[in-house]
């Protein structure tokens, strides 16, 4: 009996491991996947080592992390379409480890930004109430707390149906860290629009499934070509909204790559519809595979 208990709490303690799954056993997924959440920490850390950082470098730091929130945070909800366009059911362990990543990111990024301040409570206060983009960066990092302290077990089950509405705002705290991420970066949005474009695909995924539509290769790919479309148009209007350029020049850069054949000049919207164009591949090679051995097994006809 005593035995038992004590491997009934090492399988316990275990599962607090981040590389371990529910049971307690290594998972190589989830053991990767924290790898790579550690990947830009260090990163982070070796450049302020070496003095890499430039002539700011709590500035270079705060900019750092704040990009990473992001790109985590797309990466985080591209679980569950990926989940479903793979039919890879494990996909579903790392959400938990990723969203937790994204909070402890976004806790770095107020963090270093509090240090570069100086701890000036008043001025860091009035900073964030005076300024519209740290005013909505602030609002998106409180949700982003609020989702990682109610994502264990435990307030799963105290929340009950509650707790899914609460987790659905992460779409419209991914918004705001997007807006929050466009306005930092002033003149040059090529990431922030990289991102919010990657972000539309994932919510036009989530459109099919959420609408019953059909998902197969030539709709995803269709999917991947508009979502490349809004992403241009999401860039040319920015510009046209900040800067007073014109929103059709803009616009019509994206075929600079097709006019002059120069692969340098790839945009945002470009990306975002080889990204989607690959997704569709694979979802339709992983469909051809699956229907191979169903017909092998087919009993030959005379």
Not at 25 to 31: K, P, Q, V
Not at 144 to 156: N, R, W
Not at 273 to 279: E, M, P
Request: hydrophobic share 55%; aromatic share 10%.
């Amino acid at each position: 009996m005593r035995g038992h208990d004590v491997s009934h709490r090492r399988a316990s303690v275990t599962t607090w491991l981040p590389w371990a799954d529910r049971q307690g056993r290594f998972s190589a997924l989830r053991a990767v996947a924290f790898a790579l959440l550690l990947v830009p920490a260090l990163l982070l850390l070796h450049a302020a080592w070496m003095h890499q950082l430039g002539s700011k470098p709590w500035t270079e730091a705060i900019h750092q992390t704040g990009t990473w929130t992001v790109r985590l945070l797309v990466a985080t909800l591209a679980i569950s379409p990926f989940r479903r366009l793979f039919d890879w059911g494990k996909l579903i362990g790392i959400r938990r480890m990723l969203g937790l990543g994204v909070m402890s990111y976004a806790l770095g990024h107020l963090a270093l930004y509090c240090i570069d301040m100086a701890f000036d409570w008043g001025l860091i206060v009035s900073e964030i109430v005076k300024r519209f983009y740290l005013t909505i960066g602030f609002v998106a990092l409180i949700g982003l707390v609020a989702l990682g302290a109610t994502s264990t077990d435990g307030m799963i089950r105290r929340l009950g149906k509650s707790w899914q509405r609460l987790h659905n705002l992460v779409y419209p705290i991914a918004m705001l860290a997007l807006l929050h991420f466009a306005l930092q970066s002033k003149i040059d949005v090529t990431e922030p629009v990289l991102m919010s474009g990657l972000f539309l695909l994932l919510m036009l995924y989530r459109g099919l499934y959420r609408w019953k539509l059909p998902v197969s290769a030539p709709i995803l790919a269709g999917t991947a070509l508009l979502a490349g479309l809004l992403t241009a148009g999401l860039e040319a209007g920015w510009y046209a909204a900040t800067s007073g350029v014109s929103a059709w020049l803009v616009f019509q850069a994206n075929a600079d790559i097709l006019t002059y054949q120069d692969y340098a000049s790839l945009r945002p919207a470009h990306w975002v519809a080889l990204a989607g164009l690959l997704v569709a591949l694979g979802h339709g090679l992983r469909v051809r595979k699956a229907r191979q051995p169903r017909q092998a097994r087919r009993p030959a006809t005379a």
